[in-house]
C-alpha cells in the first residue's frame, strides 16, 4: 500500500492509469449517501446529539486531538459527552467494548485506548457507530455523542460533521481511491458543517494547531521533559501513524534532530522496532507509545500534543445544539 500513496501526491502515470477506477469509487459512494439521503437505505437516531469528526483522505489529519478537544470543550460547557469509535485494528471477538484506560490496544485498537486516557469521559469501541451511539446515552448518559471518523458512516444520523482536512499534502492528485487519497470528492466538504484544517487554511477553513504538552517517558509517563533536553543531539524518531513525516517535521520545528524510523498506520510493534545499536534517544507518538509500552524493556519518550481550534468552532457547536435541544 505504502507504494501506491507515494502516487497519490505528485504526478504519476499510475494515479492515470488508475483513474477508471477512482470514478466508479466516487461514484458508488456519491449513490450510496444519496440513497441515505432519500431514507432508502435507513438511519439510525441516537438518543442524543451526533457530532461526527472525520475526513475525506486516507491517512492522519489529526481528528483524534479535535475529538479529544471537543470531549473536553462539551464537559466545561455543562455538556456529558461520550466517544464511539470503530476500534481499527482490535481484535476483539465481541463488540461493542467499553473502552478504559487500561485496556488492551490489541483488542480495541489503538486509537481508542488514546482517547479513553486523554479525553476523560466514556468511550465505546465497534464498526457498527450506531449501536455504540445508543448504548452511550443508555448506559453512560450521555447527553451528546462524538463520533471518532465515522463520516462516511451513514447509518448514524448525526446533526453536526466537522471534516479534517490535512493542511500540507491538502487532496492530493484530487483523485478517489485506488487512483489517489480521497474517500469521497472534495465537493462533499460543501455540506458539512465546519472544515478544520491543520496549516494553512484555504476559503472557508478554519485553521486548528496542534500543540505539545510535553515530552514523557515511555515507562513512566508522570515523567515529563521540555524540547530543550533532546536538542543538539540526534534521536531516533519512531511514528505508525496515517502521515509519519508531520511528525517528524514537527520534531525538525522544535529544534530536535530526527533520525526518521516511519511505520504504517497501526503498526503492530515490536520490541526490535524501538530498539537500536547506540544509545540515542528514542522519541515517539501519543497513539504509539499506546502500544509501545507494553513491550518487554520498552525505553524512550513520547510527545503529547493537543488541538487548538479556531474559537469559532465552539460557538458553532453550541449554537448548533441549542438549535437542535429547542427542536
Known sequence: MHWLTRHWYRPSVVGLLLA??????????????????????PRVHAPAPVIVVGNITVGGTGKTPLVIWLADFLRREGFRPGIVTRGYGG?????????????????VGDEPVLLARAAGCPVIADPKR??????????????VVVSDDGLQHYRLARDIEIAVIDGARRFGN????????????????????????QGAPAAGEWAMALVERGFHRLD?????????????????????????????QHLRRLGIEAIEHPFPDHHRFRASDIRFADDLEVIMTEKD?????????????????????DPRLGELILRILKERSRG
Open 174 to 197: 484530487g483523485r478517489c481511491l485506488p487512483a489517489g487519497p480521497l474517500r469521497e470528492p472534495v465537493g462533499r466538504l460543501r455540506a458539512v458543517h465546519a472544515r478544520m484544517t
Open 20 to 41: 477508471p477506477l477512482g470514478w466508479i469509487y466516487c461514484l458508488l459512494m456519491a449513490l450510496r449517501r444519496l440513497m441515505y439521503r432519500m431514507r432508502l437505505l
Open 289 to 309: 507509545a499506546v502500544k509501545c509500552e507494553r513491550l518487554p524493556e520498552a525505553r524512550g519518550w513520547y510527545l503529547a500534543v493537543a488541538a487548538r481550534p
Open 91 to 107: 481484535r476483539a471477538r465481541a463488540w461493542p467494548r467499553v473502552v478504559r484506560p487500561e485496556s488492551d490496544p490489541e483488542q
Open 220 to 248: 513512566a509517563p508522570e515523567i515529563t521533559a521540555a524540547a530543550d533536553a533532546f536538542r543538539g543531539r540526534p534521536v531516533h524518531a519512531v511514528a505508525g501513524i496515517g502521515h509519519p513525516a508531520r511528525f517528524f
Open 130 to 143: 450506531a449501536r455504540a451511539a445508543r448504548r452511550l446515552a443508555r448506559e453512560f448518559n450521555c447527553d
